[in-house]
Structures are given as structure tokens and as C-alpha cells.
């Protein structure tokens, strides 16, 4: 399965989104912002959750994700250096990159978690989720 880019996803958030908020008595006209309207952090909220969403298929649909030790030892070999690490994971910098750190789990409990890491980790390496797997496999297992 080939997921959508980042803003297709956020781009379906957004309409249905407004398209629940029309059905609505009394929307709040910010309810009703399409996406060519909308700012960065509203378009970059969006994007998140159209991931999340697009995740949990991903893991349904029995799509193997890589472990999360696995996606550190790839970021550690591409140009990927450690920002910071809290109780939930580690955040992750693109190196020359100013895109936002991407945030990977300690472990592999939620697997929804782990594909939205996966996915913001491919669009920033301007790879498909499905390349940024397969090289993650190869580096596993050869």
C-alpha cells in the first residue's frame, strides 16, 4: 500500500473536518477554514492526525514496522543526529535540515505512534514510507 504525502492527508482532515462543522447549528467560522486558508500550525495539526489515522491502517492492514531500535539505527547512518531524549522517546534532527524534529517512541508498544514517526522521518528524507522500510530492513538484516 503507497500512503498519500503529508498534505493529501492533511488536505482530508481538513475537509472532513468542515465538512462536520457545516453540519453544525452555530459553527464557529474558524470551523469552516478550508485548507488554502489555513496557518502552518493549523495545516501542520492536521497533517499529524491524517498520519496517526494513516498509521493505524498501516498496522492493520499487518504492514510490518520496523522496531523502533531499528529506526534509530537508521537515522544514526542518514544524517540524523540526536536533539534530545524524555520519557516517551527521543527527538530526532534532520542534519542542515530546518524542518522540526521528528519525535520516535522508546518502544514498540503503539505501533501507531511508531508510523507517524516513520512517516514525518520519509517526508523529511524525501522518501516513500515504503523505501524508508525497505532500507530499514536491509539494514537489519543485510
Known amino acids: 500500500m503507497t500512503m498519500p504525502d503529508r498534505e493529501a492527508l492533511g488536505r482530508r482532515v481538513r475537509e472532513t473536518w468542515v465538512e462536520w462543522a457545516r453540519e453544525q447549528p ?5 470551523h469552516l ?6 496557518d502552518e500550525g493549523n495545516r501542520e495539526v ?8 494513516a498509521a493505524m491502517v498501516r498496522a492493520e492492514d499487518d504492514q ?3 522496531a523502533t531500535a531499528q529506526i534509530r539505527a537508521w537515522l544514526l547512518t ?5 536533539a534530545s531524549h524524555g520519557l516517551a522517546g527521543t527527538l530526532w534532527h534532520l542534519r542542515r535540515s530546518g524542518e522540526p524534529c521528528v ?10 505512534l511508531t508510523a507517524g514517526a516513520l512517516e514525518r522521518i520519509a ?3 524525501h522518501l516513500s514510507l515504503d523505501s524508508l522500510t525497505r532500507e530499514m530492513g536491509r539494514l537489519l538484516h543485510g
Not at 452555530?26 to 474558524?30: D, G, L, T, V
Not at 542518514?78 to 540526536?82: A, Q
Not at 519525535?103 to 505501533?111: A, S
Open 123 to 125: 517526508s523529511r528524507s
Open 64 to 66: 510490518p514496522l520496523p
Open 33 to 38: 477554514v478550508g485548507w488554502d486558508d489555513l
Open 46 to 53: 492536521d497533517m499529524r492526525i491524517g498520519e496517526a489515522v
Open 78 to 82: 542518514h544524517d540524523w543526529e540526536l
Open 26 to 30: 452555530n459553527p464557529k467560522p474558524s
Open 103 to 112: 519525535g520516535v517512541p522508546d518502544d514498540d508498544d503503539d505501533p501507531a
